[in-house]
């Protein structure tokens, strides 16, 4: 892996104890420009924006608060910012707005966020137990930002979206094996299950809300074969395995020149550790992921003793369920969203639906004690 | 679906296109209308390998996928090819978005 130049240490070295008044007046001023009201009905230059069910924006007013707490964060001693770094926005969606100060980062979690879930999942990822898997929080609590929870880590170069050749299959899937490996005497009473058929229902209902499609009768149908728990209406059979619940490449940062970790702690829990080997799994199975990077990811997780698939037999059996329910969530977010936008789909999208639609040829594959 | 020798939950599994049911009790396998035929035309096709087609080499041995995949191509995926168009675009695009 060859080394690559780190945003957040050349920020941080900015931070020198430079006491001029025009650092502190740069950082004042707000660098961020005035969101346009119709961002959540278009689709945002590389598709990752979201969209609340009525397709407004939900979260305008959180983002001048929310820079003033990451420059705070980031210059404790200091009555104002000393180091002159811009302050950048990351992300910004119902359910999670995130910031960036230099090395700092704030994210006020979805309003309506579980409280004590959200305190037991800041407790896994600062476990030491979770060092070198999870980004720790700074600090143990959440502040409070007009009803939505706001949490502080360090910040990390992504995945670099733009070259799929240098994708860190091997050392994500390393990850989640050591994730799921954790004992469970390290989870704390109160975690919550994870959230990923949680999610995959919540998409599902958006496709409802954005009226008729033609593209949506094959992943309703899809939608409609899987088991109960899979579609958020029964509990997960399988609750021993502590899971991410939202594995996808933008989960993965490096933090300074270190290695890379997993972020986003709004989904974890207990749970069935295929749903986080399931995302490249759909990816794969709708033709979007070449096979020897599938393989690749497969192995490396193999490898590291990974326990969600056999370690020697066909790992279809425990990844069919969760596959076919992440391909119907991205299949129903990507229906919503060129609903909302007003524009067809494009091909890669075309292919997910596609895949749902030979699903209901051929039903679920259960894996053992998960056929209800 | 239940076995019908010992009772127990039978399995779906997927092999070379074939949907193949197990019974996870006594291993019993069960074969719809076909299927016969299929797994024994593909074993005629695994003792007698013809050529392999001219400018289709199989660079990589096709992984296990399920019954509702997309068609494997069989190519090395890694630079272009069937998948290339399609990685680059669904890389940015899909593979980071929740």
């Known amino acids: 892996m060859k080394p690559r130049g780190d945003g957040g240490a050349a920020d941080g070295k900015k931070c020198g104890r430079s006491w001029g008044a025009a650092p502190a007046l740069l950082c004042l001023r707000t660098h961020l420009r005035p969101v346009p009201e119709t961002l959540w009905t278009r689709p945002r230059g590389t598709g990752t924006g979201s969209y609340d069910f009525r397709g407004t924006r939900v979260t305008a007013d959180v983002l001048p608060a929310l820079s003033a707490k990451v420059r705070a964060a980031a210059h404790p001693a200091a009555e104002a910012c000393v180091c002159g770094a811009d302050t950048s926005v990351l992300a910004d969606r119902p359910d999670g707005t995130v910031v960036r100060h230099g090395a700092t980062v704030a994210k006020a979690h979805a309003a309506g966020t579980d409280l004590a879930g959200l305190a037991a999942r800041l407790a896994v990822a600062a476990h030491p137990a979770l060092a070198g898997i999870l980004l720790p929080p700074h600090g143990p609590g959440a502040a409070e930002l007009d009803g939505r929870p706001v949490t502080f880590w360090s910040y990390g170069t992504p995945v670099d979206r733009e070259d799929p050749d240098a994708a860190p299959w091997e050392e994500a899937a390393a990850l989640l094996a050591r994730l799921h490996r954790t004992p469970d005497s390290v989870l704390p009473p109160g975690l919550p299950p994870m959230r990923g058929p949680a999610k995959a229902a919540r998409a599902v209902a958006r496709l409802r809300a954005a009226g008729p499609h033609p593209a949506a009768a094959p992943v309703l149908r899809a939608w409609a074969v899987l088991p109960a728990w899979a579609r958020d209406e029964a509990p997960m059979p399988d609750l021993g395995t502590l899971c991410h619940g939202d594995l996808h490449l933008g989960q993965l940062v490096r933090p300074g020149s270190g290695d890379w970790l997993l972020i986003d702690i709004d989904d974890l829990g207990r749970g069935d550790p295929a749903w986080d080997l399931a995302r490249p799994a759909a990816w794969f199975a709708c033709g979007?992921?070449?096979?020897?990077?599938?393989?690749?990811?497969?192995?490396?997780?193999?490898?590291?003793?990974?326990?969600?698939?056999?370690?020697?037999?066909?790992?279809?059996?425990?990844?069919?369920?969760?596959?076919?329910?992440?391909?119907v969530q991205t299949a129903a977010q990507a229906i919503a969203k060129s609903v909302a936008g007003g524009r067809p789909l494009d091909e890669v999208e075309t292919s997910v639906i596609d895949a749902c639609d030979r699903m209901a040829a051929h039903p679920p594959e259960l894996a053992p004690d998960f056929a209800t | 679906m239940q076995c019908p020798k010992c009772h127990a939950p039978m399995h779906t599994y997927n092999r070379n296109g074939v949907q193949i049911e197990q019974c996870s009790g006594c291993r019993g396998i069960f074969l719809d209308y076909g299927e016969l035929e299929s797994l024994t035309?593909?074993?005629?096709?695994?003792?007698?390998?013809?050529?392999?087609?001219?400018?289709?080499?199989?660079?990589y041995p096709s992984a296990p996928a399920p019954a509702w995949g997309a068609p494997q191509h069989g190519g090395h995926g890694g630079h272009g090819g069937h998948y290339g168009h399609k990685r680059q675009k669904g890389f940015g695009h899909m593979l980071f978005s929740s």
């Open chain 1, 288 to 327: 979007l992921l070449p096979p020897d990077e599938w393989t690749r990811f497969l192995t490396a997780y193999r490898k590291a003793g990974g326990t969600a698939v056999p370690a020697d037999s066909d790992p279809w059996p425990a990844l069919d369920v969760p596959a076919r329910a992440l391909s």
């Open chain 2, 41 to 59: 035309r593909l074993e005629g096709q695994w003792s007698q390998p013809g050529p392999p087609p001219p400018g289709a080499p199989q660079a």
